[in-house]
């Protein structure tokens, strides 16, 4: 997850800004900005609508600023103190209330990037702790404004919830000064996994033209690892392994069972707010493990033998929760054998983990 400043100015309140007062309105405008620390050796201002590369300085042992000119309606106090004349704070940025004739700091904005296009809320609070108390805004208009903020102690801390009920662990973010940047902590926090769910599912399938010869019907349970291959998580490659048997028609054959292993790709496209639509096609081999009489001698013994295949389904998924997803699909199997192809038809259904 990634973060920007929306605004340069007040972006990092490092030192905090214990006084300003006007004491003179006459013009010029004088105002006397008083040092955060006595470390302090220099401070530099500028006022304008936008902050730009024109700094004038003052000593911070006479810490008064002379503001020549400055238009209240649109203009702004930029200001910046050192502690070593070389490296600056982040600016303070300064607003003049014409109403209640007093200066105000600009709260800060940031602005949080959701991780995925499922976020529906986004949540929020700044502290040396978290605690219970958080501020809500929508993922559609994710401006986080803070009102005040001390990068000598203070934390921002985000969290994400696809349904507005299941909330995400804590993205804890700091300010650096140095590099003018936000940092996650940990950065565990924004990495992001190679699997994005897993799904536990059972099928059941019925054999179609010359299989139906052979099976009566296949019932199976299967194991399948989704991964997310672009960032918005909607193609999605996967790895799955099935179990499957079923009762034989022929006499030379006890039981049908196979072990299914394929790979394969899918889209997903959402349908509605918890509703979502998967065509998927995958390609792999199927290790058929009988107890049959081949030789027609009357001994039946263990015969397994590999065809391939191409499975095809459709998955229309519900979110049930940020955690889990319940599928229903129609399935489609073809395995290729030597002088012949098998078919089978039915349907699956999943219950999907999010990672």
């Known amino acids: ?73 649109k203009d702004r106090l930029f200001v910046q103190q050192s502690q070593d004349n070389q490296v600056w704070s982040s600016s303070y940025e300064y607003q003049y209330d014409s109403s209640t004739k007093s200066w105000k700091i600009t709260p800060l904005r940031v602005v949080i990037k959701p991780a995925s296009d499922k976020i529906q809320a986004i949540r929020f609070q700044t502290g040396v702790e978290e605690t219970d108390k958080w501020a809500l805004v929508p993922a559609s208009n994710p401006t986080l404004v803070l009102e005040a903020f001390d990068n000598n102690q203070d934390r921002l801390f985000v969290q994400q919830s696809q349904d507005n009920q299941s909330w995400s662990s804590s993205y804890e973010y700091r300010y650096s000064t140095s590099d003018k940047r936000w940092t996650v902590t940990p950065s565990e926090a924004d990495s992001s996994s190679l699997v994005e769910s897993l799904d536990l599912k059972l099928y059941n399938l019925y054999p179609l033209s010359k299989s139906s010869t052979y099976y009566s019907y296949v019932i199976g349970a299967g194991l399948k690892m989704n991964m997310a291959l672009n960032k918005q998580e909607t193609l999605l490659g996967y790895a799955e392994v099935a179990y499957s048997r079923g009762p034989s028609k022929s006499d030379w054959v006890d039981t049908m069972q196979a072990v299914n292993l394929s790979v394969g790709m899918g889209y997903r496209v959402a349908l509605a707010d918890r509703l979502q639509l998967t065509p998927e096609l995958g390609y792999g081999v199927v290790l058929h493990l009988l107890n049959a009489d081949f030789d027609q001698d009357g001994t039946k013994t263990f015969e397994p033998f590999v065809d391939q295949q191409i499975r095809l389904s459709l998955n229309i998924g519900y979110e049930l929760n940020e955690s889990y997803t319940l599928l229903v699909a129609p399935l489609g199997v073809v395995f290729f054998e030597k002088n012949t192809i098998g078919t089978l038809l039915g349907i699956q259904t999943s219950l999907r983990f999010n990672f």
Do not use: Y
């Open 1 to 73: 997850m990634t973060v920007k400043v929306r605004t340069v100015a007040c972006t990092a309140l490092l030192l905090v800004f214990s006084g300003i007062s006007v004491f003179a309105s006459n013009t010029p405008l004088r105002l006397l900005i008083k040092p955060v620390s006595d470390r302090v050796q220099s401070i530099r201002f500028q006022t304008g609508v936008e902050e730009t590369d024109i700094w004038t300085e003052v000593s911070a042992s006479n810490p008064a600023l002379v503001l020549e000119t400055f238009d209240s309606n």
